[in-house]
């Protein structure tokens, strides 16, 4: 039994991820601004960011305002043996790991005092072995809850820990800005500095009735408890994940209705077949992406994973209800589009159609004002096996072939059947995926 008033939770964040990997794998790197992507900002070391280069941003923008920055192109499968890596000395610190994505986790150790020690001491020999073992910098943050330690370790970076007192909580927090306040983006913190408030500080003071009006139910309750100190989620070794997602930066210039369908199918392809993934699979496949839409991380990533998909795989993995669109704009303006399928499904087709009903609604906004990124993601996740069948009852050949083309891909590669379509035409990135653990 943990005792939740006492500072127990780690969260650890690997600093500048992508990057540090880079510096670490070549010594010539190490203390130089590094930028990993060409197009756009995949990652930034804290030596780049010194300079305003930042994780999205356009690769163009970061050289000019660091010129003496060195370029490098990803290398997702250095990333991926990297986390893995990582988790598994997460793992030997304690059963009790959550993880968030390939670079951070949150940790339970309330329980290990009498033979690990104190949560410091724990945090400290895990900063030390991360270092050691890996040769990676880790930032550490340790408190009595899941928000104020990922604040904390937040606020120990690069290559820090900080641990949050529970007498000392108020103090930490309250002086911080709204942004810091977890589900806060630019728009909800430049709706909240129209009114005067700026710090947590303010958002407690306001109260829940005024956050409620401002931001509605969901978004006040949620802000009125964090600016309270109050968040009761234990770290959850078993959470599941909700949704899926890949989204594609598309640099500039003019895109066909044809390219886009193009890579909007091809994103159908790869986010279907990661459904049907066996769970606690962590060979699926993403689009690559340099502005993740979800990021709940650091920013010094992508937060979205990949991989390939386990050989003859049968379809026994998950199912989807929502399908949501998103798009970047010319002027770099986004809008959200989602559609909820009357049956969970992992039908290609089924899943397809509804994303182009989607796309084709946005055309016209997309004529006019130009796109620079398309995202899909697939919501509402259920098991397959959790599913109430339907009449008829009789088998359909649209699954079957899902299964048969997910299984020649298994067998020899991702690359080995395509659409026509796509021939000749880059995919992206295939970016590392957080396996799921059951």
């Known amino acids: 039994m943990f005792v939740r008033g006492l500072a127990t939770i780690l969260h650890a964040d690997l600093d500048s991820f992508y990057a540090s990997v880079e510096q670490r794998d070549d010594p010539r790197l190490r203390g130089r601004p590094v930028i990993v992507g060409g197009g756009v900002v995949l990652a930034a070391s804290y030596q780049a960011k010194a300079y305003g280069v930042r994780t999205a941003m356009n690769g163009r923008q970061a050289r000019a305002l660091c010129p003496q920055a060195v370029v490098v192109p ?13 988790f598994a000395l997460f793992r030997d610190t304690t059963p009790e790991v959550e993880g968030l994505s390939i670079d951070e986790a949150f940790l339970e150790v309330g329980g290990l005092a009498r033979i690990a ?3 410091r001491d724990i945090a400290t020999r895990l900063r030390e072995r ?7 910098p880790i930032s550490v943050g340790v408190a009595r809850t899941k928000f104020l330690a990922k604040v904390a370790s937040g606020a120990s970076k690069p290559d820090g820990l900080l641990v949050v007192d529970p007498d000392r909580e108020r103090e930490f927090l ?22 005067g408030v700026r710090t947590v500080a303010d ?27 109050q968040d009761p989620r234990p770290v959850d070794t078993h959470r599941t994940r909700r949704s899926i997602g ?18 909007l199918a091809s994103t159908v392809d790869r986010l279907a077949r990661r459904l049907r993934a066996p769970r606690g699979s962590d060979r ?12 709940a991380g650091s920013g010094d990533g992508p937060d979205d994973p990949a991989g390939t998909g386990a050989i003859g795989s049968p379809a026994g993995g998950r199912v989807c209800r929502t399908v949501v669109l998103r798009v970047r704009f010319g002027d770099y303006a986004r809008i959200t589009r989602s559609h909820t399928l009357p049956v969970a499904t992992a039908h290609t087709p089924t899943i397809l159609s509804a994303a182009r009903r989607l796309l084709v609604d946005a055309l016209p906004e997309i004529h006019g004002r130009g796109i620079t990124l398309l995202g899909l993601s697939l919501t509402n996740l259920d098991r397959d096996d959790a599913l109430q069948l339907e009449l008829p009852l009789d088998a359909h050949a ?4 899902d299964s048969a083309l997910d299984a020649v891909r298994s067998r020899f590669g991702s690359a080995s059947v395509g659409r026509a379509s796509r021939l000749g035409h880059d995919e992206g990135l295939q970016v590392p995926l957080l396996p799921e653990h059951e």
Request: hydrophobic share 45%; net charge negative; aromatic share 4%.
């Open 74 to 86: 990803p290398r997702m499968a250095a990333y991926s043996e990297a986390s893995r890596a990582v």
């Open 117 to 119: 020690g104190t949560p």
């Open 130 to 136: 991360v270092a050691g073992e890996a040769g990676l």
């Open 174 to 195: 309250h002086p911080l800005p709204v942004r810091s306040l977890w589900g806060v983006g630019a728009v909800t913190a430049a709706r909240l500095h129209e009114v």
């Open 203 to 229: 958002v407690a003071a306001l109260g829940e009735a005024a956050l409620v009006s401002y931001l509605g139910p969901g978004a006040g309750r949620h802000l009125h408890a964090l600016a309270h100190l």
């Open 246 to 263: 890949s989204q594609r930066a598309l640099g500039r210039h003019p895109r066909t209705d044809a390219e886009l369908d193009g890579i």
């Open 284 to 295: 699926d496949e993403q689009d690559g992406t340099a502005d993740p839409f979800d990021a």
């Open 398 to 401: 649209g699954p079957a072939l």
